[in-house]
């Protein structure tokens, strides 16, 4: 499974940006898609989950009600409203190739396989 991710850039405060990350290779092995965010200095952080089968969606109790995640046969989507500049951070998609709970879920070391990060700045 090879994932690359896109759509970082710089808006303000309250504006919007939509990530994507493209799944390609055994997709079949995929069980769910996560995104993650890392700031300068922080830990990694879980932002957001969708079951690559189901459907199911999971959010990190920072992102709900602001973010959206979707996908469709071959892309994963995140779309970012209201943004913070606490949202500033290096985002990045992974995949995992077992089933996933309500803990490994937003574990970063579940995933076995990452994309390259995409950069998201908002400033005030």
């Known amino acids: 499974v090879q994932l690359q991710a896109s759509g970082g850039g710089s808006v303000q405060t309250g504006g919007s940006l939509r990530l994507s990350c493209v799944v390609s290779g055994r997709t079949f092995s995929v069980y769910g898609i996560s995104w993650f965010r890392q700031a300068p200095g922080k830990e990694r952080e879980f932002v957001s989950s969708v079951s690559w089968t189901g459907g199911s969606t999971y959010y990190g109790d920072s992102v709900k009600g602001r973010f959206t995640i979707s996908r469709d046969s071959t892309t994963v989507y995140l779309q970012m409203n209201s943004l913070k500049p606490e949202d500033t951070a290096l985002y990045s998609c992974?995949?995992?190739?077992?089933?996933?709970?309500?803990?490994?879920?937003?574990?970063?070391?579940?995933?076995?396989?990452w994309g390259q990060g995409t950069l998201v700045t908002v400033s005030s």
């Open positions: 992974a995949a995992s190739t077992s089933a996933l709970n309500p803990l490994s879920r937003e574990i970063p070391r579940t995933y076995k396989v």
